[in-house]
């Protein structure tokens, strides 16, 4: 591979799996830099807000696509918090079935205090969608009590995330 090549790969790599700005070592992801712009533009000409604690997603474009938000297992242990890990099998999933799409899974982890929940990982059909919405979730705060009492259209993938969360529940 030359070198020009080998430099525009890494660049790419670097940018497309760079973990949140919130990790010192890693370089900004697209979608952190993006609200980088957001924030500097809102201080110079707007509302001056920020967003000091945003939670910052990643995905990995494979087949099945990666995405994730928020805390890992590892993570959650060291930082001392108890959790519970709720999972569902894309086996399980009656849209994933239907789309020959069964490879994978989705978890979500969830506070055992408050029911916050911490993060949720996709690996499936779409992983990169499905995380969105515990992105949404996660920024507004919300409990597994709100994905609870959420009605899910059927059958879709996002059922499928509900039902990974509600999986924590009765871990």
């Not at 070198?3 to 070592?25: C, D, E, L, Q």
């Not at 938000?69 to 060291?78: F, I, L």
């Not at 020959?100 to 990982?121: P, S």
């Amino acid at each position: 591979m030359a070198s020009s090549t080998r430099t525009t790969a890494s660049a790419w790599a670097s940018r497309t799996f760079g973990r949140p700005a919130t990790s010192a070592a890693a370089p900004p992801s697209p979608n952190t830099a993006y609200d980088d712009f957001r924030v500097l533009q809102s201080q110079m000409l707007g509302d001056g807000s920020d967003s000091r604690c945003r939670i910052g997603p990643y995905a990995i474009f494979t087949e099945p696509e990666l995405g994730h938000v928020g805390m890992s297992k590892g993570e959650a242990r060291r930082s001392g918090r108890r959790f519970r890990v709720g999972r569902e099998s894309m086996a399980d999933s009656g849209k994933a079935r239907e789309l020959g799409k069964t490879e994978g899974f989705i978890k979500v982890l969830v506070d055992e205090g408050d029911g916050k929940i911490l993060g949720a990982t996709a690996l499936c059909e779409e992983g990169a969608e499905i995380v969105q919405l515990f992105v949404e979730l996660m920024n507004a705060g919300a409990t597994v009590d709100t994905v609870r009492g959420a009605i899910h259209i059927h059958p879709t993938l996002a059922e499928a995330a509900k039902n990974a969360a509600l999986a924590a529940c009765k871990a």
